[in-house]
């Protein structure tokens, strides 16, 4: 796995769309009701995706799958949640943002809200989720699985998968073209910044966009 750190400095999500684009990889973006909710910046991180069920009562003891999963996910991950938009409860919490951010875990991404946000906006862990809900996770879902694949609005979530996340979105870039991808954001960007200062020094539009190739 690659170092993220200076990767954030470069990496959006419309970069990495773009650059699946390129690569043929068309269908790679969370629909545009799931946004930031916490945090700034980009979330930049490997995919942990936990498979939850439904359940209808409350069990003896709570937040068994949940707390193995916790325990299990380290640095540079994000704590992803499928639910087919269920939209039963809140996903996530300041607690959790408490433990996570502790590991130096990039965040979490839903679909479906979280709550406690004033206080997980305070400590800046970032949280994509479709919006907020009071509701607690407890008696309504449970984990049953982590770090195994899942989807969200059609697009697949493996464990490793890159996923971009910042205020334009969530872009999935898939484990086997990481490398790939992140070489033409590198790129891109690069091409972006002439492009840039080219029409700031007078340059036309096209003539930049002759020139470097990127819009």
């Keep these: 796995m690659m170092d993220l750190n200076s990767l954030r400095e470069i990496f959006t999500s419309a970069l990495a769309s773009d650059c699946l684009d390129a690569m043929g990889y068309g269908r790679q973006v969370l629909n545009e009701d799931i946004h930031m909710l916490s945090g700034e910046g980009v979330m930049l ?38 639910t087919g938009r269920a939209g039963k409860a809140s996903l996530w919490g300041e607690l959790l943002s408490t433990a996570c951010n502790f590991k130096g875990v990039a965040g979490s991404l839903a679909d479906g809200p979280s709550r406690d946000l004033t206080r997980c906006r305070a400590m800046g862990f970032k949280i994509f989720g479709t919006g907020s809900l009071p509701v607690d996770i407890n008696g309504r879902y449970e984990v049953v699985a982590h770090n195994v694949p899942g989807v969200i609005d059609g697009v697949s979530i493996k464990p490793g998968d890159l996923i971009v996340g910042d205020v334009d979105g969530v872009t999935i870039v898939p484990t086997e073209a990481i490398e790939e991808v992140t070489k033409r954001v590198i790129d891109k960007s690069s091409g972006e910044s002439n492009f840039r200062k080219a029409v700031k020094e007078g340059m036309s539009p096209s003539a930049a966009f002759e020139k470097y190739g990127v819009l």
């Design 45 to 82: 991180g490997y995919a942990f995706p936990v498979q939850i069920e439904i359940v209808e009562s409350f069990p003896e003891v709570p937040y068994v799958g949940l707390l193995k999963a916790l325990d299990a996910i380290g640095k540079d991950q994000v704590y992803v949640t499928p």
